[in-house]
């Protein structure tokens, strides 16, 4: 057993599931937790699974009977994770990629770096014709993520990997926030623990049509909307971040898609 697990839910995306396990690098030493939400289309062949993974480390499977929703797969793969000596949990989606040994990177950053307990990378964006679409330069320091996780997640979901410790006194993902969880449980963590993002590009996420942060945009900004209400504060950048995300609840996507690309 290695000392860092990566987490990845999966519903009805094989293909998604089989690229993302090819994306690790052979020299990675981790193992994978898979846990399907109750696919029924698109269900997972193991065999194809474990061929493709060529990293140093164990795959383990999660099924669901029924579909629960992403935070409700999340949070069943994390009790799993709870009862086993990890160390370290890692995310990843389906469909999303690995660039470079980015899971040794993050795991010696954490074990040299012991006050900061969640690490995340800047990110590539591309089509999913794999088409570079843009880059995502995150915040390094914690003063500046905290600050600016009330406009937007500081943390890229699929980037992170964080110290299992956490989640004694952080808990789960929240589930009353739909289509926001990563949101509200990075905000948890970070107002008890320090953050940081490696300022290198070792993750490429997948901008799928129909992908959750498209389709359901509104209910996921109304969320944010929430959550930021939940850690309001009278200052700058908490009325800043309600006041951004009550324009962004009514601005097309388009218009957003179009000034993440004129900022490259």
Same mark, same amino acid.
């Not at 929703?69 to 009790?79: D, K, P, T």
């Not at 979901?157 to 964080?162: I, N, S």
């Given at each position: ?9 999966? /519903? ?49 499977? %999660?099924?669901? +009977? &029924?579909? @629960? ?9 994390? +009790? ?20 470079? &040994? ?12 012991? %006050?900061?307990? #969640? ?19 995150? $915040? &390094?320091?914690?003063? %500046? !993520? ?11 979901? $699929? ?16 589930? @009353? ?12 963590? #970070? &107002? ?11 993750? +490429?996420? %997948? ?6 942060? !498209?389709?359901?945009?509104? @209910? ?11 850690? /309001?504060?009278?200052?700058? /950048?908490? #009325? ?13 996507? @388009? ?6 690309? #004129?900022? +490259?």
């Amino acid at each position: 057993m290695n000392s860092a697990i990566l987490l990845i839910p999966h /519903f009805n995306n094989p293909e998604g599931l089989t690229k993302s396990l090819r994306s690790i690098d052979a020299n990675e030493c981790i193992d994978v937790l898979i846990v399907d939400d109750g696919s029924k289309k698109e269900q997972i062949d193991e065999v194809t699974l474990k061929l493709a993974f060529k990293a140093k480390g164990t795959i383990y499977f %999660e099924y669901l +009977q &029924e579909n @629960q929703g992403i935070e409700n797969a999340l949070n069943h793969g994390l +009790q799993y994770i709870l009862t086993k000596q990890y160390e370290y949990i890692a995310r990843l989606d389906c469909g999303d990629m690995c660039l470079g &040994e980015r899971f040794r990177m993050q795991q010696q950053f954490l074990a040299k770096n012991r %006050e900061i307990k #969640i690490v995340g990378t800047n990110v590539i964006a591309v089509g999913i014709d794999d088409k570079f679409l843009y880059k995502l330069t995150m $915040p &390094e320091n914690h003063e %500046e !993520i905290r600050n600016k996780m009330y406009f937007n997640s500081m943390l890229i979901h $699929p980037t992170v990997m964080f110290s299992k410790e956490i989640l004694t006194t952080v808990g789960l993902y929240p589930t @009353q926030y739909k289509w926001a969880e990563d949101y509200a449980f990075f905000f948890s963590i #970070i &107002e008890q623990y320090k953050a940081f993002n490696i300022q290198e590009y070792l993750s +490429q996420i %997948e901008i799928n049509d129909s992908g959750i942060s !498209i389709t359901k945009r509104k @209910q996921q900004v109304k969320s944010r909307i929430n959550i930021i209400k939940a850690h /309001f504060y009278f200052g700058f /950048f908490p #009325i800043y971040g309600l006041i951004r995300n009550y324009v962004l609840l009514y601005m097309p996507y @388009q218009l957003i898609f179009f000034i993440k690309k #004129i900022k +490259q």
